[in-house]
Structures are given as C-alpha cells and as structure tokens.
C-alpha cells in the first residue's frame, strides 16, 4: 500500500488555484510531482465514455431524466469537442481529473480528514457553519439544488452538507468537488435556488 508521501503537505483548498502546492493547469507529464505529495495515483475511467459509471455518480443529484440529458449532451461533447478526459484517485480519497492534458479538477470524499479552507476543517466542522465562512470569505451566495450547494463563481460543489432548505444532511455520502472552470457535464444553474443561510 502507497503512503502519502510527503508530511508537510498542505492540504488547503484554494479556489480557482487548486490543492495546497498542486496548481491547476499542471501538465499530465508532471503527474509525478503529484504521486511525490498524495502518494500513487490509480487511473481511472473516462467517464465520458461510461454510461453505466457515469448514471452511478450522478445518481442522487439528479433526476433519471436530467441524467439521460447529460448523457446526450456527452455524447455530443465527445463528437463536437473530442474532450480528453482522464482520472486519477489516490488510496487518501482524493481523486484528480485532466482535461486535455491540463489538470482542471479536485474530487475529495471525507477520508481527507486533513483538507480545509482557510483553516477551517472542511468535513470536521458545522456544515451550516462551514457554508456560512465559505460564502462570506469568496463574498458569493452559494446555490442548492437537493443535496448539493455549490459557489458557481468559484467553481466549488459541495454534496451532502446541507439540503436546498438549509438543514444539515444525513452526511452518508458527503464531498467537495473544485475546479478551474464550470463543469463540464453540470446542470444548469438555473435549476438551482440561492441558499437562506439565516433562517
């Protein structure tokens, strides 16, 4: 088993910049300097050639009929824009997308116990708390739509903290998802409502 290899890695979420010393837009060829921080990558689908995989991970965000819009609008990214996706997970919970060669996307689940944002533990803390300091520190209304709250200037998504009213979730499958730009396959926000972080 392949440990994190470096001790004094910081673990902070930057938006719009990326993870800790790991900028985004890092070239695929330097995915050792990456392996030197998180430890071993494992590669992984492309989940735009991957209906099956692809139903799983958007299942519980969205509706069956949203999905199979995603999956057409997929289908024509793959045709219109021969989009080159390829991912990588680490044995920490963290997963690592390239777009093109070029590092665009951050994926962690609540094993990185570590990750925070500007000190604030991310998975530890009150979500309400956690969604309250994000939105006053990017100074941007986060939106909601079910179980996922996202700062779409900022291009930060957060599943399973809280729900589109507000209160706290079961946090059975809670992450955070930030990037350098808007999702590739992501809803449209008009589907989604500005969060009450005051009620």
């Known amino acids: 088993m392949s440990e994190r290899k470096s001790t004094n890695f910081n673990w902070e979420l930057y938006p719009n910049k990326g993870f800790g010393n790991i900028p985004f837009g890092l070239n695929i060829s330097q995915i050792d300097f990456i392996e030197n921080t998180l430890g071993k990558l494992n590669s992984l689908y492309n989940p735009l050639n991957s209906n099956s995989e692809t139903y799983e991970l958007l299942k519980g965000i969205v509706s ?106 079961s946090h059975k499958e809670r992450t955070v998802n930030w990037r350098n730009a808007s999702r590739i396959l992501g809803v449209s926000i008009d589907d989604y409502k500005e969060l009450n972080l005051y009620l």
Do not use: R
Request: hydrophobic share 40%.
């Open 64 to 169: 069956d009929e949203e999905i199979k819009e995603l999956m057409k609008q997929m289908e024509d990214i793959n045709i219109d824009q021969n989009v080159k996706i390829q991912e990588f997970s680490s044995l920490n919970g963290m997963k690592i997308s390239f777009e093109d060669e070029l590092l665009t996307d951050f994926f962690a689940t609540d094993f990185v116990t570590n990750l925070h944002f500007q000190s604030i533990p991310i998975f530890s803390s009150n979500p309400l708390f956690l969604i309250k300091e994000i939105s006053t520190i990017l100074s941007e209304i986060p939106l909601a739509k079910g179980k996922e709250i996202i700062f779409p200037k900022n291009h930060i998504y957060l599943y399973d903290f809280l729900n589109e009213d507000g209160h706290e979730t």
